[in-house]
């Protein structure tokens, strides 16, 4: 079993930074492929950015390329999204999640129940 807790989400206004973090606890973090997701109201659980167990493979939405950037502390047990230059349409629900690396929520079989980021216009 692996638990993860998201943190760091907040209201911010467009244009502005937000880090979010995930700590994770039970199975070893660092054998296991990590991403970041987002979901609003009615819409299909969205991909943002996933990152191998060595960290040597990322992969970033298109949507959120050159804005967002993925990266994991195996010590710390702790996988983080710097995201930068916030816009409206990033307003969700950010969960992380561990599985196999991939862009397909069905490749993570462990979520964490998700941070709110709300971006004001």
């Known amino acids: 079993q692996v638990q993860l807790v998201e943190s760091g989400g907040g209201l911010v206004q467009a244009g502005g930074s937000l880090r979010l973090s995930c700590a994770a606890s039970?199975?070893?973090?660092?054998?296991?492929?990590m991403g970041w997701f987002r979901q609003t109201p009615g819409k299909e659980r969205e991909f943002v950015a996933a990152?191998?167990?060595?960290?040597?493979?990322?992969i970033h939405a298109d949507s959120v390329k050159g804005r967002f950037t993925i990266s994991r502390d195996n010590a710390k047990n702790t996988l983080y999204l710097q995201m930068n230059i916030l816009k409206s349409e990033d307003t969700a629900v950010y969960l992380c999640?561990?599985?196999?690396?991939?862009?397909?929520?069905?490749?993570?079989?462990?979520w964490g129940q998700g941070t709110q980021v709300t971006v004001a216009s």
């Open positions: 039970g199975r070893s973090f660092s054998n296991l492929a």
């Open positions: 990152i191998s167990w060595s960290g040597g493979s990322i």
């Open positions: 999640a561990a599985g196999r690396f991939g862009a397909l929520a069905t490749s993570y079989g462990y």
